[in-house]
């Protein structure tokens, strides 16, 4: 289909460790977002892009996250050296370029540190 | 702060019965509300949203809200609730200067048979 992909769907890892989760965002889609879903809440927003630019890493909660999207269309969330309370669910989203446009999730990644 | 609050964690509902799931909002300026639902394995689905013009906004599914100013809320409502309906949904603002989707905790509708 053509919505928006994550990889991978799942990840454990042992604290300490790094991890990089990917998005792909729906083809032409201008915005893209990170959230952080922790389990039995709302997600909470973490980062936003528009085109290649970061403009609002505000969400981020440590200096160990990370995400970037060089080009425009894929994005990358990197956590470094992972503690048990990043564990949660990533979820990526995209949207067109209005305030107010819908924005479509994907299914998400599930990192649990050990 | 602004924020949108969802009084109850759970709703039950008998199939076919009208259904409810409350939302009420406190958000300065022009709210930019909405509902999302999230299905267990199938993510989060955009339902509807209120930006401007008609109080009434009709959405995906048989769904629809009503943006009432007075009493800062914007009720889910469905007419006739289905087993299929049972999922998480969430009220949702868009904050931050207008570019971060800010959630509410969620409400659990279970409709039973």
């Known amino acids: 289909g053509a919505g928006v992909s994550q990889s991978p769907r799942y990840k454990v890892a042992k604290r300490g460790q790094d991890v990089a989760l990917r998005c792909d965002p729906i083809s032409g889609h201008v915005s893209l977002f990170w959230y952080q879903q922790a389990l039995g809440q709302g997600p909470e927003f973490l980062t936003y892009f528009q085109n290649e630019a970061q403009l609002d890493k505000s969400g981020l909660p440590s200096d160990r996250f990370f995400a970037e999207r060089p080009e425009g269309s894929v994005s990358t969330l990197k956590i470094q050296r992972t503690q048990q309370e990043d564990s949660a669910v990533y979820l990526c989203a995209s949207s067109g370029r209005l305030a107010g446009d819908e924005q479509f999730f994907g299914p998400g990644t599930r990192l649990t540190v050990l | 702060a602004q924020s949108v609050a969802q009084p109850e964690d759970q709703v039950n509902v008998a199939e076919g019965n009208p259904l409810t799931v409350k939302c009420t909002y406190s958000v300065s300026g022009n709210p930019y509300l909405f509902w999302y639902v999230q299905y267990p394995n199938r993510g989060l689905q955009f339902l509807l949203k209120?930006?401007?013009?008609?109080?009434l906004v009709k959405g995906s599914y048989g769904f629809e809200a009503e943006f009432n100013k007075s009493q800062t809320s914007f009720h889910l409502k469905k007419p006739s609730a289905l087993v299929s309906d049972s999922a998480l949904y969430f009220c949702v603002f868009l904050g931050g200067g207008y570019n971060k989707l800010i959630f509410g905790a969620g409400t659990r509708l279970a409709v039973h048979p």
């Open positions: 209120y930006i401007t013009g008609d109080n």
